[in-house]
């Protein structure tokens, strides 16, 4: 099992959304808004009120799935979600120990 997280625009939430589910493998996702801000070495900051606000609202996408489908979903998630400028965000995968449904059917 891989876990996928993501960290994009919330402008392309829509998008990435509506692209992973109609992917093979998806298992579904939870979305959380967050917030966050580049490397001062990829963004400097114009002035001290741009550098007290430079905290711009992001959306957090997380899924646990299969292994044959995990590079197809992060690819999905890579491209749909990318507008090609700085602080788009980012998307990594890591592998998962252990994986199990709290909820289980009777």
């Not at 919330?10 to 692209?19: H, M, N």
């Not at 939870?30 to 490397?39: A, K």
């Not at 690819?75 to 980012?90: E, F, L, P, S």
């Amino acid at each position: 099992m891989k876990e996928i997280k993501a960290i994009i625009r919330p402008a392309r939430l829509d998008d990435v959304s509506e692209a992973l589910r109609v992917a093979p493998g998806f298992p579904g996702m939870t979305i959380t808004q967050v917030e966050g801000c580049s490397s001062p070495m990829r963004h400097q900051p114009h002035g001290h009120k741009e550098e007290l606000l430079d905290y711009s609202p992001k959306v957090r996408i997380e899924l646990v799935v299969e292994d044959q489908y995990a590079s197809g979903l992060y690819d999905t998630i890579k491209q749909i979600g990318a507008t090609n400028h700085v602080g788009d965000g980012i998307v990594w995968m890591t592998s998962v120990d252990s994986f199990d449904y709290i909820w289980q059917p009777e």
